[in-house]
């Protein structure tokens, strides 16, 4: 069963970089699409972006300019940066896959890491 | 950019009765991308139906998903005490992109 993991830092301090890390157990990231996408407190649900195993990305056009994703297959995880951080950052940070080899929708989700952007 | 709207924002059942909930899409959309979700507080979002239509693993038939094109539903048909939740649709867009809608809360009545 595959199994995915958001680690990292749950304060940002304004203007920073928030940073998570999204480890995958019970299958390898040499294949499928990984998400991340978020959930501000109490809101609706914003896809981030993107990355295939072959290291493409494609980022939400609204946050493109701050994103980063990468991948180590060493260490089979992805990860997240989100630079220039503000209060409308704070949100809950899910990593997801998608539930074939073509993209559109996911069907293992993390547990979630609230992420609060705060002096 | 294509924009999910979905209707009711807040859907008030009892137990045992049907739900049917909407997304609407400023847009056509492709059928195979439009997908909906469930969501119970504390909680990731679980995958239910991908492709309009397809239950995902482990989903019971009581859901269903039906529409094309712009107009796309998520029927409950008899609803259980474990299907009060926030339910979103969410289309990959022909920008290689995520859209979600607002969200349709179930609760009891």
């Known amino acids: 069963q595959v199994q995915l993991q958001e680690s990292g830092p749950r304060l940002v301090k304004p203007s920073e970089t928030l940073s998570l890390i999204c480890t995958v157990s019970?299958?390898?990231?040499?294949?499928?699409?990984w998400n991340w996408i978020r959930q501000p407190p109490g809101k609706g649900l914003e896809w981030i972006g993107y990355?295939?195993?072959?290291?493409?990305?494609n980022y939400n056009p609204s946050l493109k300019s701050r994103v980063t994703m990468s991948l180590d297959r060493s260490k089979n995880h992805f990860s997240l940066k989100l630079s220039s951080v503000t209060a409308a950052d704070t949100a809950v940070y899910y990593c997801?896959?998608?539930?074939?080899?073509?993209?559109?929708?996911?069907?293992?989700w993390g547990q979630g890491a609230l992420v609060t952007v705060s002096s | 950019e294509i924009v999910l709207t979905q209707s009711p924002g807040t859907l008030s059942l009892s137990p045992g009765e049907r739900a049917t909930l909407s997304c609407r899409a400023s847009?056509?959309?492709?059928?195979?991308?439009l997908a909906w979700y469930q969501q119970k507080p504390g909680q990731a979002p679980r995958l239910l139906l991908y492709g309009a239509s397809n239950r995902a693993t482990g989903i019971p038939d009581r859901f269903s998903g039906s529409g094309s094109g712009t107009d796309f539903t998520l029927t409950i048909s008899r609803l259980e005490p474990e299907d009060f939740a926030v339910y979103y649709c969410q289309q990959y867009t022909p920008s290689l992109t995520w859209t979600f809608g607002q969200g349709t809360k179930v609760e009891i009545k």
């Open positions: 019970g299958g390898s990231i040499s294949s499928y699409y």
């Open positions: 847009q056509s959309v492709i059928d195979v991308y």
């Open positions: 990355i295939h195993y072959t290291g493409t990305t």
């Open positions: 997801a896959r998608d539930r074939s080899a073509a993209p559109g929708s996911a069907n293992y």
